[in-house]
Every structure is written in structure tokens, then in C-alpha cells.
């Protein structure tokens, strides 16, 4: 009955399933029409998928640091504000980042783009002033909703939300241009960066390029100049690119369920930066996986020393203190996680069952109950009310004898 961990995705953390189910909360909905940004506020947690075009990630967490914030590859329960990094475009298909925005839309967290993250901490000037509502520019430019967003979240226009400006509104009649000759919106995406400031493209004339064998590739004016593809620029590198390119391995060796060697690849990622703490969360999910649990004890325990606030850490360990038989200690992680997010379902639910087999039955009722407060409807919400059941069947047959 005990519920699995979470399973984030992308950059993200990734616990190691156990026997629960995946409930994980990715990213929220782009807030649209909070107007000017403002600085980060004091105790935001912010998460990064994709690595940052322009920016290197460590100096990005080192001002989030000095803004009394917190800045973290990948999405945790107490992520707060999420940025959508540029290079994501080039990791993943236009089905797969719908899907993820899709996804995050409905977790409550706000969306970012780079930009937009550069301009909350004050390091981007904000462009030029502006007055155009988002439903203006879409009446205006007759540009999809979801197109709009999407573009906005990776930067193809001046500004990343409303209040447009006369500039973006030209540039989004330009990309409904673009959609309505076949391109998609990631194509536009992934070829406006190409070619300099976005708002310098208000002044040359877009095509889609499929009479040179590509649908959905733009060309410039007299379609010899591709914006998408090798015939112009490459995007800029940071520098921490070989950091990122190690992740993004040590992901797809983890997806792949080699462990051995995305353990391997974690600890090269924590070697470059040993203050990563979802790095080391990560190799301990792998090292669980490939049952080195001694191994996978220390990275966790790592983990919680980098970052004393992250639950999922805190759960993990709990459920591998339960598979040694180390109940006390599963019993401690587990209350701690509670602590840190009384919200927290699957920490309740396997705080319960873990006091149920311990043979406390009021305080295995007491769990239960609280869970079926945060969950009334699914399969474990039916679990908790059996339990419940049967304590009280229990509780009644001892009050009788």
C-alpha cells in the first residue's frame, strides 16, 4: 500500500519510484497581464528546465542568492517560479514542450521565460513602454492563443507578457504570417534567436522555406538566408555548457534505466558543482535503482545537507530506511517531510501504513484521515478509507472484549 515517490521530468528531480504512485506537480500556467516585472521576492524558490541561453546557471543562483531566493535545476514541491531556458527548444519537439507547459499550467506555479527571469532579478532593461493588453495584440495580429504564449515564454518577441508593444505586435502578425504558410510555432521559435535581437526582424520580410525542401524552416526576404539551420548563426554558448550537456546525459542514462552509468555521469555534474543538490539527489535514486543502498543513503543525506528544505529527499530516504527494516528512522524522514509540507499526500499516506504495520493503529487512523483531506478521489483515497474501515472494525472488537 505504500505510494511511490515522485517522478519529475526534464531537469527535474527525479525520485526513484517505490511502490506508490507518481504524483509529482510540474510547472503552472504563464500568469498573463501582471504587467511590469518585478524583483524577485525574498524566499521564491525558482526551478530552471533547459539550461539558460545567455546566462550561465551558476551566477544565475548566485544573484537569486543574493536576492534572499533560491535557484535550482529542474522542478521540487517548493518551487515557486519556474524558467523555461531557451535550449530546451533545441532538447525537445514541439509536442513534448506543449505536453510540459500543458502540464505546469495546471500546478499553480508562474512561467518564465529567460528574459523575463533576467528582468525579475534586475539584470535586463526592460524594452520599451507599452500599453498592449495580450487579447489586443491576438485581435490585432490574429495570432493563435497557444502560439502567443508559447513565443512569449522563449522570448520571440520584446516582451515576454503583456503589455506588448507596437514591436511585438508587428513581429506576431509576421509569425501568423509564418503559421498560416505551414510553420509551426517551435520553428519560429527556434529560428528568431538565429539572427540577432528579436525586434530587429519588425524590418525584414519572413518566408516559409518549403520551396527549398524544408516546410518549415524561415528564410529571410529572398529565402537564400535560413534563420533555422547551419546556413547562418549558431546560438551562443554559456559556460557551463559542459555541465549541462553531463546532466542531460546522466538523464538519458537514467531513462534509459542505466543507473551504473548515469550514477557515473551525476557524480562528474557534482564534481563540476558540488553544491548541486538535485544532482545528488538523482545519483541516489540511480544508486537505490541499482542497489547500492548504502551508496544511495549518503547521496540523499547529501542532498538534504545541500538543500535542508527538500522533501522529496526527505521521502526518499524514508522509503529506503523502510526497505531495510529501519522504521524508526523511516518513521523520522517521513514526519519531516510532513513538517516541511503538511501538504505533502504520499508522506502522509506512507506515515500511515508504516504506523499501521507498527501495530499504532489511532495514530494510523489519524494519517489516514488526513490523507483522504488532500485526496478523496483516487485509487490510494480508496486504500486510506479500507484502512480506516478496518481500524475502526479493529478499535470496536477491542472495546467489546
Known amino acids: 500500500m505504500k505510494r511511490r515517490s515522485l517522478r519529475p521530468r526534464a531537469r527535474a528531480p527525479r525520485p526513484r519510484k517505490t511502490r506508490s504512485r507518481p504524483i509529482f506537480s510540474r510547472l503552472s500556467a504563464r500568469a498573463k497581464g501582471d504587467g511590469a516585472h518585478r524583483h524577485n521576492t525574498p524566499g521564491s524558490v525558482v526551478g530552471t528546465i533547459g539550461a539558460l541561453a545567455a546566462f550561465p546557471l551558476r551566477l544565475a543562483a548566485r544573484e537569486v542568492e543574493r536576492q534572499h531566493g533560491q535557484l535550482r535545476r529542474g522542478v521540487t514541491?517548493?518551487?515557486?517560479?519556474?524558467v523555461f531556458g531557451r535550449t530546451y527548444l533545441a532538447k525537445a519537439g514541439d509536442a513534448e514542450i506543449e505536453r510540459r507547459v500543458a502540464a505546469e499550467h495546471a500546478a499553480g506555479r508562474k512561467l518564465i521565460s529567460e528574459n523575463g527571469f533576467l528582468r525579475l532579478l534586475g539584470l535586463m532593461k526592460?524594452?520599451?513602454?507599452?500599453?498592449?493588453?495580450?487579447?489586443?495584440?491576438?485581435?490585432?495580429?490574429r495570432l493563435a492563443a497557444d502560439a502567443l504564449d508559447l513565443l512569449?515564454?522563449?522570448?520571440?518577441f520584446e516582451h515576454d507578457c503583456e503589455p506588448y508593444s507596437f514591436r511585438d505586435l508587428i513581429l506576431a502578425r509576421k509569425y501568423a504570417g509564418l503559421v498560416a504558410g505551414g510553420a509551426s510555432w517551435g520553428a519560429i521559435a527556434r529560428s528568431v534567436h538565429r539572427s540577432?535581437?528579436?525586434?530587429?526582424?519588425?524590418?525584414?520580410?519572413?518566408?516559409?522555406?518549403?520551396?527549398?525542401?524544408?516546410?518549415?524552416?524561415?528564410?529571410?526576404?529572398d529565402g537564400q538566408s535560413e534563420l533555422d539551420g547551419q546556413l547562418l548563426f549558431d546560438l551562443g554558448s554559456a559556460d557551463d555548457d559542459t555541465l549541462e550537456e553531463l546532466f542531460a546525459d546522466a538523464e538519458a542514462a537514467e531513462a534509459a534505466e542505466d543507473h551504473e552509468q548515469a550514477a557515473v555521469l551525476y557524480q562528474r555534474c557534482l564534481s563540476i558543482d558540488p553544491t548541486d543538490a538535485i544532482a545528488a539527489f538523482n545519483r541516489a535514486?540511480?544508486?537505490?535503482?541499482?542497489?547500492?543502498?548504502?551508496?544511495?543513503?549518503?547521496?540523499?543525506?547529501?542532498?538534504?545537507?545541500?538543500?535542508?528544505?527538500?522533501?522529496?529527499?526527505?521521502?526518499?530516504?524514508?522509503?529506503?530506511?523502510?526497505?531495510?527494516?529501519?522504521?524508526?528512522?523511516?518513521?523520522?524522514?517521513?514526519?519531516?517531510?510532513?513538517?516541511?509540507?503538511?501538504?505533502?499526500?504520499?508522506a502522509v499516506f506512507n506515515l500511515a501504513r508504516l504506523e499501521f504495520d507498527?501495530?499504532?493503529?489511532?495514530?494510523?487512523?489519524?494519517n489516514w484521515s488526513r490523507y483522504l483531506e488532500l485526496d478523496a478521489s483516487s485509487e490510494w483515497a480508496r486504500m486510506a478509507a479500507k484502512g480506516i474501515q478496518f481500524i475502526d472494525l479493529q478499535l470496536a472488537r477491542m472495546s467489546a472484549g
Not at 507498527?358 to 489519524?366: D, F, S, T, Y
Request: contains cysteine.
Open 77 to 82: 514541491r517548493r518551487t515557486t517560479h519556474v
Open 126 to 141: 526592460a524594452p520599451e513602454a507599452s500599453a498592449l493588453s495580450r487579447q489586443s495584440l491576438l485581435d490585432q495580429s
Open 152 to 156: 512569449s515564454l522563449f522570448d520571440a
Open 196 to 221: 540577432g535581437p528579436v525586434a530587429s526582424l519588425t524590418a525584414k520580410s519572413l518566408n516559409v522555406g518549403s520551396q527549398h525542401g524544408r516546410a518549415d524552416a524561415i528564410y529571410l526576404e
Open 285 to 346: 535514486n540511480c544508486l537505490r535503482a541499482a542497489g547500492r543502498a548504502a551508496e544511495a543513503a549518503h547521496d540523499y543525506a547529501r542532498a538534504i545537507k545541500l538543500d535542508p528544505g527538500f522533501v522529496e529527499a526527505w521521502f526518499n530516504l524514508a522509503g529506503l530506511m523502510s526497505d531495510e527494516g529501519r522504521e524508526a528512522s523511516a518513521r523520522r524522514h517521513l514526519q519531516k517531510a510532513i513538517v516541511l509540507d503538511a501538504n505533502y499526500a504520499d
Open 358 to 366: 507498527a501495530g499504532n493503529l489511532a495514530e494510523a487512523r489519524r
